[in-house]
Structures are given as C-alpha cells and as structure tokens.
T-cell receptor
Framework: ELKVEQNPLFLSMQEGKNYTIYCNYSTTSDRLYWYRQDPGKSLESLFV?????AVKQEGRLMASLDTKARLSTLHITAAVHDLSATYFC??????????FGTGTSLTVIP | KAGVTQTPRYLIKTRGQQVTLSCSPI?????VSWYQQTPGQGLQFLFEYFSETQRNKGNFPGRFSGRQFSNSRSEMNVSTLELGDSALYLC????????????FGSGTRLTVV
C-alpha cells in the first residue's frame, strides 16, 4: 500500500520566519496535492502538482514536486498568523483514491 | 458556483443505529469520493463513485456502504453504529481521474454515543 509521510507533524514558528514542510511517498505518482484545513473545517485545495519539477506559488506558500525522489515540499516564506492551520499532502496514483499524509499542524506565533 | 454540499452538518446517533449521509457534488462533476477523518487514523478513503458505479473501495467493514444517483448525488450509509465510527465524514467531487484534484465539502460531523 502506498505510504505518505509528512514531517514535521507539529511546527511552531515565529512570524516572519521561513520553513519547509516535507512530504515523502512510497510509490511512483505524478500527481500530488496540498490542502489546508482550519480547525473544525473542511479541506481547502492549495496546490495541484501534476508533473516532475512542478512548482506552484501562491502568496507566501510555494509547493514543488520531485517525482524521482518521491518528494514534495511546501515552503512558507515570512510566515504570518493567518497561515496557522493543518496542512496535508495527498498523493493521487490515479486509482480514484487519494493517500493523505498525517498532516502538519502549523502555529505561527506573533 | 455552488461547492460540494454535505448534509447534515452534525449528527448524534446511538450505538446500534444506522445513519445516512448525503453529498451533492459540484455541477458537472461525476466522481464522488468519501473519506473518514479521525484524530487517531487521519484521513482514510472509504469509496469512490463515478457515473453511479463504485470504482474503488477502501478498507472498511461492510457496515459502510454507499451509492450514487444518476444526478451524481451520493449517499453513504453506516449500519450498526459503533463508538469508533465517530468522525468527520468528508465528501469530495471532481470531473474524473484526469488529475485536477478533488473539491471537498464541509463534512458531516458524526458522534456516536
């Protein structure tokens, strides 16, 4: 079964700092997604990465995909409090089933 | 445009009862998937439907079932509820498996007492 590992599980960072969340997966896939979840809410789509080398940026967040290394990263630049949430990566092996990482709970401290 | 609509938003049931959750996908989306989210197990895949056919099923007992109607709306049913079924149930829709990702609904929070 496809395994998806995310790290760190918990991240507490100060406003203005940079950090990277890592998502490793165990089998070949060209499709990877990043979602954000606020407490008690649903999953909000952040990025859709559909090929090796794909890089997407939105505001202070940038996601990349290296299918050869089976690794995706979500980089946070100059964090602000509004970015506090749980972030999930999800791998899509084209079976109709997404395999989600464990999630990274991010807290940005003023 | 309207998003994925799940009803009800909250539900409290007693052990042994059964429950039906509903999901209306985004207009034009024919694929609907269901996920269970719990603090201990994270997000786990239940099933995927496309054009009224179940195309994929996760590793859940037979108490969990679903169906999709001709208008792409989907329902999932859980019979003989157990305490461990308490979770957030999320429905997601997409056009298909082309790689555009899924849009998730707000979820149904089920509590079994």
């Amino acid at each position: 079964e496809l395994k998806v590992e995310q790290n760190p599980l918990f991240l507490s960072m100060q406003e203005g700092k940079n950090y990277t969340i890592y998502c490793n997966y165990s089998t070949t896939s060209d499709r990877l997604y990043w979602y954000r979840q606020d407490p008690g809410k649903s999953l909000e789509s952040l990025f859709v990465l559909l090929s090796n080398g794909a890089v997407k940026q939105e505001g202070r967040l940038m996601a990349s995909l290296d299918t050869k290394a089976r690794l995706s990263t979500l980089h946070i630049t100059a964090a602000v409090h509004d970015l506090s949430a749980t972030y999930f990566c999800a791998v899509d092996p084209s079976t109709g089933q997404f395999y989600f990482g464990t999630g990274t709970s991010l807290t940005v401290i003023p | 445009k309207a998003g994925v609509t799940q009803t009800p938003r909250y539900l409290i049931k007693t052990r042994g009862q059964q429950v039906t959750l509903s999901c209306s996908p985004i207009s034009g989306h024919r694929s609907v998937s269901w996920y269970q989210q719990t603090p201990g197990q994270g997000l786990q895949f239940l099933f995927e439907y496309f054009s009224e056919t179940q195309r994929n099923k996760g590793n859940f007992p037979g108490r969990f079932s679903g169906r999709q109607f001709s208008n792409s709306r989907s329902e999932m049913n859980v019979s003989t509820l157990e305490l461990g079924d308490s979770a957030l149930y999320l429905c997601a829709s997409s056009f298909g498996r082309q790689g555009g990702g899924y849009t998730f609904g707000s979820g149904t929070r089920l509590t079994v007492v």
